[in-house]
């Protein structure tokens, strides 16, 4: 009977007060291990003297108080956008955790990016006025040549070249098996519909419509025949060609005649 027990020892089973006390030791020593860590992570964090927050490894951007935002990011007056934007970045990266150090550089580069539309902008309007009094200084046939066009919307002139540029591949496309008649009378009657609803005068738009067509037919005869003919496909006639100046022709009376 004793080597019995010796052998095969009496399972004794363990209260459930005990192992509701080991569980709850075993969490009170999780809560601690996770307040020690937090602990720590608090230790590491750091307050700077302008209130901004860093951890201990963080670096701090040595030129925070340099007025001069060229000199700030290190880059020289003349950089490019390029070399701004990649500044920025990589000081950024280098700066990271840091508070005031990236506030640093994020405002020197808002202001150089600002600078840099602001100077593009007044590029554009000295453009403009420089042409503007170019054309008042010049003689008077310029003048009423010039009034004679327009600059419509960029919308307005996106869809009119869509429709005679379609109308263009259309009939080299269609080359091989008839001419381009049928695509030059629908771009002369889309031409002539632009102009009427511009000038509100069916039959001045008719006469530009037709003078278009005939400028474009004739500038075309005079510079298709000059194109080497190892450029150009056996199906591409003097009639293709010729139309393409054409639609052009046809395209630029109804966008940019007044």
């Known amino acids: 009977m004793g080597s019995l027990f010796l052998v095969n020892p009496p399972v004794t089973r363990l209260s ?71 500044a920025r970045n990589f000081l950024l990266e280098q700066y990271a955790g840091h508070e005031s150090s990236m506030e640093s550089i994020e405002a020197s580069f808002e202001k150089l990016f600002m600078n840099s539309f602001v100077r593009r902008k007044k590029t554009k309007m000295n453009l403009k006025s420089r042409l503007r009094n170019k054309i008042e ?67 001045k738009a008719i006469a530009l419509g037709f003078g278009s067509l005939v400028l474009g037919w004739f500038v075309g005869s005079i510079v298709v025949p000059l194109i080497p003919a190892t450029l150009l496909r056996p199906t591409w006639t003097l009639e293709l060609l010729t139309s393409l100046f054409c639609f052009f022709s046809l395209f630029f009376s109804c966008t940019f005649l007044k």
């Open 16 to 86: 459930p007060r005990f192992h509701f006390k080991s569980n709850q030791n075993r969490s009170t020593k999780t809560n601690f291990a996770v307040l020690r860590r937090g602990a720590r992570c608090a230790a590491n964090m750091t307050t700077d003297g302008d209130g901004s927050y860093s951890y201990g490894n963080t670096l701090k951007f040595p030129r925070m108080n340099v007025w001069d935002p060229y000199k700030r990011l290190g880059i020289m007056p003349d950089a490019s956008e390029e070399e701004i934007w990649g």
């Open 137 to 203: 200084e010049s003689p008077s046939w310029v003048k009423r040549f010039v009034d004679w066009f327009e600059l419509p919307p960029v919308d307005v002139i996106l869809r009119r070249l869509f429709l005679f540029g379609f109308m263009a591949v259309w009939s080299v496309v269609n080359s091989a098996d008839a001419g381009p008649a049928f695509q030059v009378a629908l771009s002369l009657a889309s031409s002539i519909y632009f102009l009427n609803d511009k000038i509100k005068d069916v039959k």
